[in-house]
């Protein structure tokens, strides 16, 4: 892969309540797969954008929101160039409810071009042990996104919340079609499109327990989740919810952490997809500062992933 990217960027002062920049950018890149495991052709994508982004604040309120109108091209060594014209769009703001509580709203609306391997695969991919098929045909993907959060901040406790819904025209996914490769024996998957909608809430809360001459002690919370659904079913490969609890210690020199993550089962599977047991992982890290200066820093650490040699899929 080779490319060279441009990007000239003006800031301006104040306009009112308004601050923010503009500016343009453009891109070429030329991908090739080479070898026996070369699964996508030759190809030249280039592109060319313009952004607007823009701020003002008003007392406890501040709004934010952005433009960006792109054209992206992607030519093939051997098949017909694709052309696709992009526009995404964003608003947000932030309401300060009080030095503690944050309330923030933010709607977006972007739009991707497919990827190289998207439209142009064929062959075994020999990483995710299948056989990929790329469709030249494929259109541009739109998301449509509203994301709700709340924040709050003291000595003893920072946490965030959120909970959003994203609706998807011509989502690209891999698809499975329950067929097998005759040459090597791969399950055949077909890049496509669909409509979609992922919906999700994710939130962490940090406490600030101790922070004395034997060192900085915090306990943090967090976790996740997301539903994800298409015409007809459920996409495939999407991660199962996770709650975990991380113990952290830092003295002057010395580091230690030890952690809990439980994944729980995924049933809301796609056709040929089986369901994920739940599993939970025990992490651990420690580490020293040997020597911090201004300009270099340098430690000696050891982490431990999975201590009770858990099976996760």
Same mark, same amino acid.
């Given at each position: 892969?080779?490319?060279?990217?441009?990007?000239?960027?003006?800031?301006?002062?104040?306009?009112?309540?308004?601050?923010?920049? =503009?500016?343009?950018?453009?891109?070429?890149?030329?991908?090739?797969?080479?070898?026996?495991?070369? =699964?996508?052709?030759?190809?030249?994508?280039?592109?060319?954008?313009?952004?607007?982004?823009?701020?003002?604040?008003?007392?406890?309120?501040?709004?934010?929101?952005?433009?960006?109108?792109?054209?992206?091209?992607?030519?093939?060594?051997?098949?017909?160039?694709?052309?696709?014209?992009?526009?995404?769009?964003?608003?947000?703001?932030?309401?300060?409810?009080?030095?503690?509580?944050?309330?923030?709203?933010?709607?977006?609306?972007?739009?991707?071009?497919?990827?190289?391997?998207?439209?142009?695969?064929?062959?075994?991919?020999?990483?995710?042990? +299948?056989?990929?098929?790329?469709?030249?045909?494929?259109?541009?993907? /739109?998301?449509?996104?509203?994301?709700?959060?709340?924040?709050?901040?003291?000595?003893?406790?920072?946490?965030?919340?959120?909970?959003?819904?994203?609706?998807?025209?011509?989502?690209?996914?891999?698809?499975?079609?329950?067929?097998?490769?005759?040459?090597?024996?791969?399950?055949?998957?077909?890049?496509?499109? /669909?409509?979609?909608?992922?919906?999700?809430?994710?939130?962490?809360? +940090?406490?600030?327990?101790?922070?004395?001459?034997?060192?900085?002690?915090?306990?943090?919370?967090?976790? *996740?989740?997301?539903?994800? +659904?298409?015409?007809?079913?459920?996409?495939?490969?999407?991660?199962?919810?996770?709650?975990?609890?991380?113990?952290?210690?830092?003295?002057?020199?010395?580091?230690?952490?030890?952690?809990?993550?439980?994944?729980?089962?995924?049933? *809301?599977?796609?056709?040929?997809? +089986?369901?994920? *047991?739940?599993?939970?992982?025990?992490?651990?890290?420690?580490?020293?500062?040997?020597?911090?200066?201004?300009?270099?820093?340098?430690?000696?650490?050891?982490?431990?992933?999975?201590?009770?040699?858990?099976?996760?899929?």
């Amino acid at each position: 892969s080779q490319g060279d990217q441009l990007r000239l960027e003006a800031v301006h002062e104040k306009i009112g309540v308004w601050q923010g920049a =503009f500016g343009l950018q453009a891109n070429r890149r030329e991908f090739d797969a080479i070898g026996d495991e070369a =699964f996508v052709p030759f190809t030249k994508s280039r592109g060319i954008g313009l952004f607007l982004i823009e701020q003002a604040e008003w007392d406890a309120f501040t709004l934010e929101a952005g433009a960006r109108i792109d054209r992206q091209s992607s030519t093939p060594e051997s098949g017909a160039k694709r052309n696709f014209s992009l526009t995404s769009l964003s608003i947000g703001g932030i309401w300060e409810v009080s030095d503690a509580w944050h309330l923030s709203l933010n709607l977006d609306r972007a739009q991707r071009a497919p990827a190289e391997e998207e439209l142009f695969a064929d062959g075994p991919h020999i990483a995710t042990q +299948t056989f990929e098929i790329g469709d030249p045909d494929l259109d541009k993907e /739109t998301s449509n996104q509203i994301e709700i959060g709340l924040h709050y901040h003291s000595d003893f406790m920072s946490a965030k919340f959120s909970v959003y819904r994203n609706q998807f025209d011509d989502f690209i996914y891999l698809n499975d079609t329950g067929l097998l490769d005759p040459d090597d024996n791969l399950p055949i998957r077909i890049w496509t499109q /669909t409509d979609a909608v992922f919906r999700g809430i994710e939130g962490e809360a +940090t406490f600030h327990l101790a922070d004395n001459d034997s060192g900085k002690y915090d306990l943090r919370i967090f976790g *996740d989740r997301v539903r994800a +659904t298409r015409d007809g079913g459920n996409l495939p490969r999407i991660p199962a919810a996770r709650l975990g609890v991380q113990f952290d210690w830092k003295g002057e020199a010395l580091k230690a952490g030890v952690g809990i993550t439980r994944t729980y089962e995924q049933n *809301d599977i796609d056709v040929y997809e +089986t369901p994920t *047991d739940s599993y939970t992982f025990v992490n651990a890290n420690l580490s020293y500062n040997f020597y911090n200066k201004e300009n270099l820093s340098m430690d000696a650490f050891i982490q431990g992933t999975n201590l009770t040699n858990q099976d996760a899929r």
